[in-house]
C-alpha cells in the first residue's frame, strides 16, 4: 500500500486553502516522502467559526458540512524554506528584516510574518506547496482512513490478513483521533 499524509487544518485556513487563495500550509516538520506525494486535508473541528464558502458559483455551508472531516486532497510538488533556508530574524528584535523576508511566500500562504514567526519562532517553518487540489463533494469521516501497517510488507503472514478472506483485519490501523498537525496514512483511490 502506497503511503500518503493526513494533515489536520483549521477551518479558516481550509476555506482559503478550497477558494485556491492558499497554496502554502507551514508546518515544523515535513514527511519523508518522495515528492510529489498525496496529502489528504482534515478539516479541524470549531463551534466558534461558521461561515459559507463560495466554490464555483456554489455556496457551501462549511463549517456544518466540513468540520471534523476530511474535505479534500492535494498533491505536496514541494517544500519552500522560508527566507531561504537561513534561520529568520526575530521579530520582536527586527521588524523591518522580519517583514522583509520571502513576501511572496507570505502571500501564498496567506499569513504575516508575524504570524509564521509566532507560529514557529526558534526554527525554520517549512512550506508545504500544494498542488493538484480536489475538494470532495462529500466530506469523508476521519475513520475511513486508516494508519499505515507495520507489518506492510508481510500481509500475507499476518493472521488479521488470512483471517479476513485476504483483507486486513487490524481495525487498530483505522484513525479514531485526528493528528495534532500530520500522519502518515494509506493512500485511497476509491474516493
Request: hydrophobic share 35%; glycine share 4%; proline share 6%.
Amino acid at each position: 500500500m502506497k503511503k500518503a499524509v493526513l494533515i489536520s487544518i483549521r477551518p479558516q485556513w481550509c476555506a482559503k486553502i478550497a477558494s485556491g487563495e492558499k497554496t502554502i500550509e507551514f508546518r515544523k516538520s515535513r514527511p519523508e516522502l518522495k515528492k510529489p506525494f498525496k496529502c489528504y486535508i482534515y478539516c479541524t473541528k470549531a463551534d466558534y467559526y461558521t461561515w459559507d464558502l463560495r466554490v464555483s458559483n456554489v455556496t457551501i455551508p462549511f463549517a456544518e458540512k466540513c468540520c471534523g472531516k476530511v474535505i479534500g486532497e492535494f498533491i505536496c510538488s514541494d517544500f519552500v524554506l522560508f527566507n531561504g533556508g537561513k534561520k529568520w530574524p526575530d521579530f520582536r528584535e527586527n521588524r523591518a528584516q522580519a517583514e522583509a523576508a520571502t513576501p511572496e511566500v507570505l502571500k501564498k500562504a496567506c499569513l504575516t510574518a508575524r504570524e509564521l514567526w509566532a507560529y514557529e519562532p526558534k526554527g525554520n517553518p517549512i512550506g508545504w506547496c500544494i498542488s493538484d487540489l480536489v475538494i470532495y463533494d462529500t466530506p469523508h469521516e476521519l475513520n475511513s482512513f486508516r494508519r499505515v501497517c507495520p507489518e506492510e510488507l508481510d500481509c500475507e503472514s499476518c493472521a488479521m490478513h488470512s483471517e479476513n478472506t485476504g483483507r486486513c483485519g487490524n481495525e487498530a490501523l483505522y484513525l479514531r483521533r485526528a493528528p495534532q498537525s500530520w500522519c502518515y496514512v494509506e493512500e485511497r483511490h476509491d474516493l
